[in-house]
């Protein structure tokens, strides 16, 4: 039934004109994306939304799961940082796509949600997933430099340190803009510079720290 449910997300989004590769398809349909939610929105799982995780925070909708997968180019080995686990939803759709060879570094600034990401992406045998309670916004230079960088929360710009932590020939895929929306950009490292693709409109929730946006508290 469930598996079901996935299959029809998949069809949904392919009928809404979204093109995926084989590899991010058989990530979405292997992810059990209503066991990263909380029990009160799992009956919505498998609707193309994003959902409330706790802590004010939301889980992106699959479409944008899907884009920013496929915009990252992951393969399998790839070292990748994730600012923004959330519900770990996103972290284990990309450990799909880098293999057991591969590793997934996410942070998450909320310690309650990154217990609860942590918990379910053991319990699913994600162990090249590692969850950081921190500052996303300084990345975490202990594991750098990374292939890969996701970040799934609005920057008012490319943090310096993330830049940074991004190795040579590597891409990073950040929406950077204003509270309301952002752009979501494509930003690729080669011989030691950065090149920006803007890749469209989106709206995420805002990365808070040192190097985001202020917290309003
Ligand atoms: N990727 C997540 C998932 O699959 O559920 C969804 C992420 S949600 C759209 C954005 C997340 O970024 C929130 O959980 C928020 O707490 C987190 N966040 C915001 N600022 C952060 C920061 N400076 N460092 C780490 N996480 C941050």
């Given at each position: 039934m469930v598996m079901e449910e996935r299959r029809r997300m998949v069809v949904g989004l392919r009928g809404r004109g979204l093109s995926l590769s084989e590899e991010v398809e058989s990530a979405l349909l292997k992810v059990p994306r209503h066991l990263f939610?909380?029990?009160?929105v799992r009956s919505c799982a498998y609707r193309d939304a994003p959902l409330p995780i706790g802590d004010g925070q939301t889980v992106s909708a699959p479409h944008m799961v899907a884009i920013m997968a496929e915009a990252l180019e992951l393969r399998e080995g790839h070292k990748v940082l994730e600012i923004g686990a959330g519900s770990g939803y996103n972290a284990a759709i990309m450990a799909e796509l880098v293999g057991p060879g591969g590793r997934v570094i996410t942070m998450e600034r909320h310690g309650s949600l990154a217990k609860r990401a942590a918990r379910v992406l053991l319990e699913r045998g994600y162990s090249n997933v590692q969850v950081v309670v921190g500052?996303?916004?300084?990345?975490?230079?202990?594991?750098?430099?990374?292939d890969r960088i996701s970040v799934t929360c609005g920057a008012p710009g490319v943090p310096g340190p993330l830049a940074e932590q991004l190795g040579e020939g590597g891409v990073m895929v950040i929406p950077v803009g204003g509270l309301e929306h952002q752009s979501l950009l494509r930003v690729r490292k080669v011989g030691g510079r950065t090149a920006t693709e803007d890749l469209g409109s989106v709206i995420f929730v805002p990365l808070i720290g040192e190097r985001g946006h202020r917290s309003k508290q």
């Open positions: 939610l909380p029990e009160d500052d996303g916004s300084l990345g975490y230079p202990e594991e750098a430099p990374y």
